[in-house]
């Protein structure tokens, strides 16, 4: 079997070789290559590798598509903001599903005892090319500069594993009723936490103007007004 | 060639068909199916999907190996606990690295504005045999009856995602240094989000007495007396 030159030039780089060069004999490489320290190649390693994860659960809630879309272009608010922001300020009091799938017996024991969780997500809805985006105007917001989207709450992101604190209202065997939820219907759940205050800082933060801006904005329920940015 | 009956039914639910009944007859399987209605098709897709994430980053911070390991029965504190209580405590002040892998450029753009930072990272030092725990002695103390995981914060879990808050205190190029990591060094960083208090709860919350007992206990620097639990 004849294997592609990336191919081969992973698996080299996996097994702890630097290639030097690499010529096509049509069905033979010529390799040439030398070791990689040790303390390197681990690094490389674990760079290479894939982490899998498997859904523990699955999200049931009223919000049936995204607020942002990602595309190659960077992110668009879909619809009108207006809009985003009432079904934003509704959001809190609609409660929302958390459906733990079976065969994980157990793993909820003692979870009602607590008044907040941690939920992660997967943000399902995002393409494939929202993944490589690097920056964005926040919220697709193009009066507000273009920032790095570790900066941002972009739902496209390289790893779009998203984070919602939620208030607990019940448990039905395995279904967490939870308010607070700002997942979109079907999400994969990839884990739950305990909220516990203490692990959060205490001290003072601080958040960029643009970001307090937008956040006045979305609490006040106002829309943008593009003359006065 | 020949696929094993668990594979071809797994198959066959993937592709929106119910399998009614299966006989061997040698070389070939006599299959009767009927079709899924399409609305638990999507489910069943997505149950059977795993995630792949793709590490952005690396964590080098003084942290060599985990404070609890896991293994089939259950989680274990490695060493001691006054040991680790003490290292807890150091924690805070130690200075940890987050270096973001070249290809990224521009992703920290604007990030130190944020005076803090919510890190998702990889638990690596999670043998594949911690993902299926399902109920734990929570920090593997014993006189704590079990609970659920997801009332813990055991680093094993189904998905090992963890997540701490920290302080930024500077940036040069792509390395994030940071204040509160407690995380172990080479753990691969899965996502950077900012921190915004707001997006906190602002209302009381409530904790399981025996976790407030464990957190007092770590906060005072106090080894567990089993006496007196």
């Known amino acids: 079997m004849r294997i592609s030159a990336e ?23 010529l390799i040439q290559f030398r070791k990689i320290p040790e303390e390197l190649t681990d690094l490389l390693k ?29 992110l668009k608010m879909q619809g009108d903001l207006k809009d985003a922001v009432v079904k934003i300020h509704e959001m809190p009091g609609e409660i929302s599903n958390i459906i733990i799938y079976e065969g994980l017996d157990g793993i909820l ?18 393409p494939e090319e929202g993944r490589s985006l690097t920056r964005v105007h926040p919220m697709g917001r193009e009066d507000i500069p273009e920032k790095g989207i570790f900066c941002t709450c972009s739902p496209a992101r390289p790893n779009p594993v998203l984070m919602t604190v ?24 990839i884990d739950i936490k305990p909220y516990v205050k203490d692990f ?18 979305v609490n006040k329920g106002k829309s943008p007004n593009k003359t006065q940015s």
């Open 7 to 29: 191919e081969l030039e992973r698996t080299i780089t996996k097994h702890g070789f630097r290639k030097l060069s690499l010529c096509d004999l049509g069905y033979n490489y």
């Open 46 to 74: 674990q760079k290479d590798a894939s982490i899998v994860l498997h859904p523990v659960g699955i999200i049931r809630s009223k919000i049936e598509k995204p607020f942002l879309v990602a595309g190659e272009e960077g």
């Open 109 to 126: 024991d003692g979870i009602e005892e607590y008044s907040h969780l941690v939920i992660l997500y997967w943000a399902h809805k995002v």
């Open 166 to 189: 939620v208030h607990l209202k019940g448990r039905k065997g395995n279904v967490l009723e939870v308010l607070g939820l700002d997942a979109v219907d079907g999400s994969p759940v």
């Open 200 to 217: 959060f800082p205490q001290e003072d933060v601080h958040i960029p103007e643009w970001m307090q801006r937008l956040q006045e904005e």
